[in-house]
């Protein structure tokens, strides 16, 4: 049996991160926390969530962080370089959680609580 690696991103406080990890324990998972307010955003990894989901879903329009920007850098944010540099500045910005799931040699990368996406990977 291949084994799995999770990394869960995001915000301690964040509620569907909370309800993210629950739901990782609930099922028996192993997850590994990476602390966006603690850590950082790990810019290694952004390019890889940008090209597996890109660079909108990322960015989370609706959020507080998003709706307290200038409207000038809010509407600055038109590809991958201006958007990464957005998130790596003001982690809160980012859509979360974000969950890279490494299983037999692929890394599949989520955004949100899509619990049906992680019990398609789980079974892969």
Known sequence: MTTSHITLYGIP???????ARTWFTD?????V????KKQGVPAD???????????????NRQGTTWRKL????QTGVQDEA????LMEAQPSVIKRPVVEWQ???ETHVSVGFVPDQ????RGA
Request: aromatic share 14%; charged share 20%; glycine share 8%.
């Open 13 to 19: 406080n964040c509620d569907t991160v909370k309800k």
């Open 103 to 105: 299983h037999g040699g």
């Open 118 to 121: 992680w019990l398609a990977w």
């Open 70 to 73: 200038e409207p000038n850098v």
């Open 45 to 59: 990894r952004v390019p890889h969530w940008m090209a597996a989901v890109g660079y909108d879903k990322l960015i």
């Open 33 to 36: 926390f990476h602390d966006f």
């Open 27 to 31: 099922n028996g998972l192993d997850v």
């Open 82 to 85: 201006s958007a990464s540099a």
